[in-house]
């Protein structure tokens, strides 16, 4: 029986009527572009530019350093600035590679050239991908050609482009299926060559009709791949929550997607391995949303990766007129990261910038009292976690019980628990401190 829903899970306002029937502009930039080193979940690449070199659009610029790394590729032709530390939407500085961008987007040779895939053995098809630095560009950020290369691949039963695009605000995925289904199913079925046992899934949640069309009209004729239609719910998306729906398999704490039998991976990530397998083509840009109440011209753009959030800003006409804006967030209101600057450059794995004219962190605050213990915030936990008690251990900085007996590192800090809390407690950022701190420890 097929399954349309998870465990879980809250309904917030989805905000998609900004921007969900704005088609794709392609916005080209204007300034310098900034690659960091560590776009990816792994060890950041290794530089192999200097300062001075020449480089044109496609070329590597930094290669995967180690098993769980990225290649890093040029998206503009131009000069070598400097390779130095530059501000990210994380926080922090961290090692960047800055090209001086000439404006004039010269391809390196063989960038764009059609491939005979047919003729590509398994072993190819992944090198192909590795080559192409392709990353989770939902937000995950994990190397794709470690991912599509499990211990048993013939275990694997599903291969699922995940296109639910749960996180508020948030519709470059469901732009990208309506334009692109036809290379999106083809990038399907490149994966599944990796899998001989496995049928290929397109999850997509139910708010999105025009994207279900234009998938299920892709996939006429196919055998092996089809579309699932879901119940719009956050985090639809989530892996295990999508795992859940599609395998039927709860994936139980500690365990990987493979282990279940499963591969997830964005709907941006395989149409990325179309491009990459199909038309030689590596990581040079992604789909972006600007969006939300503080934007002028709300809008999906294809942007250069290295492009700095406050030309997209431009691109989008701007904040409007008269108007105070409280927040700004790289990707959205549940999951996002607060922005103290636009002047940080868009990575592989950054799909929106949202402009809010109230805050709702800042108002929740106000409102902040003890906890209730009413016990919501285990009823909405995806994962069937303990927010209640992991906050009590985290408070009491008590981390061994915290990651030991309430699995507190398995939270994927989808905020949730956070949204649903009457007594407005800061639950999600009270994890993520306490699994920072934990991560720091362990790397000591």
């Given at each position: 029986m097929l399954r349309n829903t998870f465990r879980g899970g809250v309904h917030p306002d989805d905000g998609k009527k900004f921007a969900r029937d704005v088609s794709y502009q392609t916005y080209i930039p204007k300034g310098?572009?900034?690659?960091?080193?560590?776009?990816?979940?792994?060890?950041?690449?290794r530089p192999i530019v200097q300062k001075g070199d020449p480089v044109l659009a496609g070329q590597l610029l930094a290669e995967a350093d180690g098993f769980v790394s990225a290649n890093i590729v040029s998206s503009c032709s131009g000069r070598v600035k400097a390779v130095e530390n530059r501000k990210t939407v994380a926080g922090p500085s961290v090692s960047?590679?800055?090209?001086?961008?000439?404006?004039?987007?010269?391809?390196a040779d063989g960038i764009g050239q059609d491939t005979d895939t047919d003729s590509l053995s398994g072993?190819?098809?992944?090198?192909?991908?590795?080559?192409?630095?392709?990353?989770?560009?939902?937000?995950?950020?994990?190397?794709?050609?470690?991912?599509?290369?499990p211990r048993n691949p013939e275990d694997i039963e599903y291969v699922i482009a995940n296109g639910a695009e749960c996180e508020p605000y948030i519709t470059c995925d469901d732009q990208l299926m309506r334009t692109k289904a036809g290379e999106i199913v083809e990038g399907l079925k490149i994966m599944l060559r990796l899998f001989p046992k496995a049928e290929g899934v397109i999850i997509i949640e139910e708010n999105k009709p025009e994207a279900i069309a234009a998938m299920e009209q892709a996939c006429t004729g196919?055998?092996?791949?089809?579309?699932?239609?879901?119940?719009?719910?956050?985090?639809?998306g989530g892996e295990r929550s999508v795992i859940s729906v599609v395998a039927g398999k709860h994936l139980k704490l500690g365990m990987l997607p493979a282990d279940a039998g499963c591969v997830v991976d964005n709907m941006a990530t395989v149409?990325?391995?179309?491009?990459?397998?199909c038309k030689s083509e590596p990581v040079m840009e992604r789909g972006f949303t600007v969006s939300g109440d503080g934007v002028h011209n709300p809008c999906n753009l294809m942007v250069r990766i290295g492009t700095s959030f406050s030309e997209?800003?431009?691109?989008?006409?701007?904040?409007?007129?008269?108007?105070?804006?409280?927040?700004?967030?790289c990707g959205g209101p549940m999951m996002g990261i607060a922005l103290a600057s636009l002047d940080v450059p868009i990575c592989k794995n950054n799909n929106a910038l949202t402009v809010l004219c109230t805050d709702p962190v800042a108002e929740a605050e106000k409102l902040q009292t003890a906890c209730l213990r009413c016990g919501r915030c285990n009823q909405v936990?995806?994962?069937g976690l303990t927010p209640q008690m992991m906050a009590v251990a985290a408070e009491k900085k008590n981390y061994e019980r915290y990651?030991?007996?309430?699995?507190?590192?398995?939270c994927i800090a989808c905020g949730s628990c956070t949204y649903i809390c009457p007594a407005k407690r800061p639950l999600m950022q009270l994890f993520k401190q306490a699994k920072a701190e934990i991560m720091a420890a362990k790397r000591k």
């Open positions: 310098d572009l900034i690659f960091p080193l560590n776009q990816h979940i792994g060890k950041p690449a960047c590679i800055v090209v001086e961008n000439d404006g004039n987007y010269t391809l072993q190819e098809i992944l090198d192909r991908i590795k080559a192409a630095g392709i990353i989770g560009l939902g937000g995950a950020g994990f190397p794709t050609h470690v991912k599509l290369a196919e055998e092996k791949v089809r579309v699932q239609a879901v119940h719009t719910k956050y985090p639809q149409h990325a391995i179309y491009r990459a397998v997209v800003l431009e691109a989008a006409g701007g904040l409007k007129e008269g108007i105070k804006v409280e927040k700004l967030l936990c995806p994962l990651e030991k007996k309430l699995y507190g590192l398995e």
